[in-house]
């Protein structure tokens, strides 16, 4: 398998680096999230006309028509500068289940007639979305509390659905729903970034999107979307951490040397960067196996939450140790980081979540014996670049 990104890709992805490390600088972060609203409309508005906004979102509805690839890249720079906004739920993962539903309904495949009545709808979300008009938000049964639902103009909202997660999915009914026809209750978290909220609501028919097995299949790959998008920002703190950690022990001095030229630290940095680097590839290929809707993306993209997780975790442990526990304090930039990766760890599925469902696939009765990274990396077909 070849993971050789396009030039496009590249290119895109250091405009939208350069860019966040002007407009999303740790003190301009401070800022943000002393408001009220712990957002800022005019990030929000400056990354839109970047076209991060329209990455994901069909040629046909204004967007660039980027697949999961891409995002695996712009996930972790959104990780990397702690972006407080839930850029990536609307441009990718809502833009995903929309640009879904309305390549259905344009096919003819769709299984019932309100989807098949519903390209108008989603189009002109997409195109709000591609513009930077709108915010959405999503509710699935692994995340109970929706993210940013204060702010969103709509959310996305299942129908019958248990939030303890032991509903009969494939009975359930997707419905996009307008916020001011919502009751939201704030809940506080760790992070003040993530701005949290339960979400009460009654469906009704002119909300429906689609039903029983097709909204299954379709809030499905959008757990996968959400699992992905938040492994890609796990990997992406998990490099800020790193890079913070070895400014500041480059610098801190004790009996008058840095403090980074001890072997002790230099071996807590170390493990680090090879967590890191290990867990990228697994990001990459899950994302190509979501991108060409391969049967076992589901196993790929929890394999890559994990290892992201254990990097963003590892990084968050040491970071504190060579600061010595001053990173967990408000003045150092630190907190930041760590503490976004601690609420994101719980975010479309928890460890214990994506544990179970590998072990699911790896012991099902008819698993494949060909796991293992000869033929996790090396089975598919190498993929095909596109440099124009």
């Given at each position: 398998m070849d993971f050789t990104f396009t030039d496009?890709?590249?290119?895109?992805?250091?405009?939208?680096?350069?860019?966040?490390?002007?407009e999303a600088a740790p003190e301009a972060l401070r800022e943000i999230w002393e408001t009220d609203s712990g957002r800022s409309p005019e990030l929000r508005a400056k990354m839109a006309e970047q076209g991060l906004t329209a990455l994901s979102v069909p040629e046909h509805a204004g967007g660039l028509?980027?697949?999961?690839?891409?995002?695996?890249?712009?996930t972790q720079e959104l990780g990397y500068y702690g972006i407080p906004d839930s850029m990536a739920d609307t441009a990718y993962v809502a833009a995903g289940l929309l640009a879904a539903l309305s390549s259905a309904a344009q096919n003819g495949t769709a299984q019932n007639s309100t989807a098949q009545n519903s390209i108008a709808q989603t189009d002109e979300l997409l195109g709000g979305i591609a513009g930077g008009e709108l915010r959405l938000a999503l509710q699935h049964p692994v995340n109970p509390l929706v993210a940013d639902a204060h702010l969103a103009d709509f959310i996305l909202l299942m129908e019958g659905v248990n939030p303890a997660g032991n509903t009969d999915i494939s009975q359930a009914a997707l419905h996009c729903v307008p916020r001011r026809d919502v009751d939201i209750s704030?809940?506080?978290?760790?992070?003040?970034?993530?701005?949290?909220?339960?979400?009460?609501?009654?469906?009704?028919?002119?909300t429906l999107l689609c039903r029983g097995d097709e909204a299954a299949a379709l809030m499905e790959e959008t757990l996968q979307r959400g699992a992905?998008?938040?492994?890609?920002?796990?990997?992406?703190?998990?490099?800020?951490?790193?890079?913070?950690?070895?400014?500041?022990?480059?610098?801190?001095?004790?009996?008058?040397?840095?403090?980074?030229?001890?072997?002790?630290?230099?071996?807590?940095?170390?493990?680090?960067?090879?967590?890191?680097?290990?867990?990228?590839?697994?990001?990459?290929?899950?994302?190509?196996?979501?991108?060409?809707?391969?049967?076992?993306?589901?196993?790929?993209?929890?394999?890559?939450?994990?290892?992201?997780?254990?990097?963003?975790?590892l990084a968050a442990h040491h970071g504190i140790q060579v600061h010595g526990a001053m990173g967990y304090?408000?003045?150092?930039?630190?907190?930041?980081?760590?503490?976004?990766?601690?609420?994101?760890?719980?975010?479309?599925?928890?460890?214990?979540?994506?544990?179970?469902?590998?072990?699911?696939?790896?012991?099902?009765?008819d698993a494949s014996l060909d796991y293992g990274p000869a033929d996790t990396f090396g089975s598919a077909p190498e993929r095909e670049v596109n440099n124009a």
């Open positions: 496009d890709e590249l290119a895109f992805k250091e405009a939208i680096s350069r860019f966040l490390m002007t028509g980027l697949n999961d690839v891409a995002w695996s890249l712009m704030l809940h506080p978290s760790i992070d003040s970034s993530r701005r949290l909220s339960q979400v009460s609501w009654q469906p009704k028919p002119e992905l998008s938040v492994a890609g920002q796990l990997l992406g703190l998990a490099q800020r951490m790193l890079d913070l950690s070895v400014d500041y022990v480059a610098q801190r001095k004790q009996f008058g040397r840095a403090i980074g030229s001890f072997q002790a630290v230099k071996h807590h940095l170390a493990d680090v960067a090879a967590k890191i680097e290990f867990a990228r590839p697994v990001l990459y290929r899950a994302a190509w196996a979501l991108a060409h809707q391969q049967p076992e993306s589901g196993l790929y993209v929890s394999q890559a939450r994990l290892a992201c997780d254990d990097a963003a975790q304090t408000w003045e150092v930039d630190l907190q930041m980081f760590m503490k976004r990766s601690w609420s994101l760890a719980s975010s479309w599925g928890d460890r214990a979540f994506h544990q179970q469902r590998i072990n699911t696939a790896l012991f099902a009765h």
